[in-house]
């Protein structure tokens, strides 16, 4: 069984950076998609960023820039490095592994989810 666990959130000021990780286990096969999307309060999900299998990574645009994504070498461990935070970077941010195209925006088809770890931006 597949287990992602998302750690590095907190409650931060605006203008701030965390580097928000994700230590996935349980599989065999390290060569998967990767990504992290969010979710603010009171609204949809949204995709930020994804390492495809292949190593390619892809970004929505309107985050590129501020949010870098980045994987360890043994591929176990998923990182989101975010940079310039504002009040409206605050949500839950969730890792998700592994759907077919490895795109950012495609992380709904993904076979794993994390439970989230929470980023809080104040003013």
């Known amino acids: 069984q597949v287990r992602l666990v998302e750690s590095g959130g907190g409650s931060v000021q605006a203008g701030g950076s965390l580097t928000l990780s994700c230590t996935a286990s349980?599989?065999?096969?390290?060569?998967?998609?990767m990504g992290w999307f969010r979710q603010p309060p009171g609204r949809w999900r949204e995709g930020i960023a994804a390492i495809d299998r292949d190593g390619t990574i892809t970004y929505a645009d309107s985050l590129k820039g501020r949010f870098t994504i980045s994987q360890d070498n043994d591929k176990k461990i998923l990182f989101l490095r975010v940079i310039n935070l504002t009040p409206q970077d605050t949500a839950m941010y969730h890792c998700?592994?592994?759907?077919?195209?490895?795109?950012?925006?495609?992380?709904?088809?993904?076979?794993?989810w994390g439970q989230g770890t929470q980023v809080t931006v104040s003013s």
């Open positions: 349980g599989y065999t096969d390290s060569s998967f998609s």
């Open positions: 998700a592994a592994d759907w077919p195209s490895g795109y950012y925006n495609d992380y709904g088809a993904a076979h794993y």
